[in-house]
């Protein structure tokens, strides 16, 4: 008998603005513990803590989980947040992102993409050749959902990453999104930095080079970040979104782990 698997969403707000989040796919037994140390998370802010932290759980159909395998992981240091934007457009470029499209998604990030300049909840959807964006609610965007590690393969792969400094479950839960947003039909890439003040590091992830973290994407105490999905419309936005948000996907390994490295941006 297929094992019965359920989906853990943790939710952490502070006057209706989105505070931290994490997404697990877990077994009936790691419930409990799974959900108390979600909960210990979201409370163990450096900043306020939440006013309202929710969790949901739901089963998921056995028939309908997917597995697959991590992208390779690469860490470019850059001298600061403007030459790690300046390479997050050249990475952006390279996977067929248009440069005015590249430029849009740097500036709403930049600027805060939701209404008035907030952070979205969830991740904006834009067109890779126009620009256009293509979530239908701004201030809520697309939220990824049902995907983590297998439980079998956990421990083999953080322990892989915490030999690399790349334990930490920020960039874990970072690499298994963006793992999951590589496999949705007609991705071009996705461009993310943190909303968190202190956390500088943001990546850009396209099939066919994987997770490219860049070493500073913001300046020191900006509160904006967020996520912009790059797609190509030749496929149907509907079941794009359907697989983003509802298709459980669990990671059995990790792809490479290249070493990191130097870049300097010979216009600066
Ligand atoms: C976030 O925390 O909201 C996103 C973090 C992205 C970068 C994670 C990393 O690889 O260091």
């Not at 994987?210 to 070493?215: D, E, K, V």
């Amino acid at each position: 008998m297929e094992r019965q698997l359920y989906s853990l969403r943790m939710r952490a707000s502070r006057g209706g603005h989105h505070q931290s989040g994490a997404e697990r796919v877990i077994a009936a037994a790691e419930v409990a513990t799974v959900t108390a140390a979600l909960m210990a998370r979201a409370m163990n802010t450096s900043g306020p803590p939440p006013d309202a932290v929710h969790c949901s759980l739901e089963c998921l159909e056995p028939a309908s989980i997917r597995q697959a395998v991590l992208p390779d992981i690469s860490t470019f240091l850059v001298g600061g947040w403007r030459a790690g934007r300046c390479l997050a457009n050249r990475l952006l470029v390279r996977a067929g992102v248009s440069e005015r499209a590249a430029s849009r998604a740097l500036e709403l990030l930049a600027e805060g993409a939701g209404c008035e300049g907030s952070v979205m909840r969830g991740a904006v959807v834009m067109n890779a050749q126009t620009g256009e964006r293509l979530e239908g609610d701004i201030s809520r965007g697309v939220r990824v959902s049902r995907m983590d590690l297998a439980s079998e393969a956990r421990p083999a792969i953080e322990a892989l990453l915490a030999a690399v400094g790349l334990g930490h479950h920020r960039v874990i839960e970072a690499l298994v999104l963006a793992a999951k947003v590589l496999g949705a039909p007609g991705i071009v890439a996705e461009l993310c930095w943190s909303d968190d003040p202190d956390y500088l590091i943001g990546y850009v992830a396209d099939p066919r080079y994987g997770y490219q973290r860049i070493s500073n994407l913001k300046q020191q105490g900006d509160l904006r970040g967020g996520r912009v999905f790059f797609v190509s419309l030749d496929r149907a936005l509907d079941s794009l979104l359907e697989y983003l948000e509802r298709r459980p996907v669990l990671f059995t390994a990790l792809g490479r782990i290249n070493a990191p490295r130097d870049w300097y941006d010979a216009d600066e």
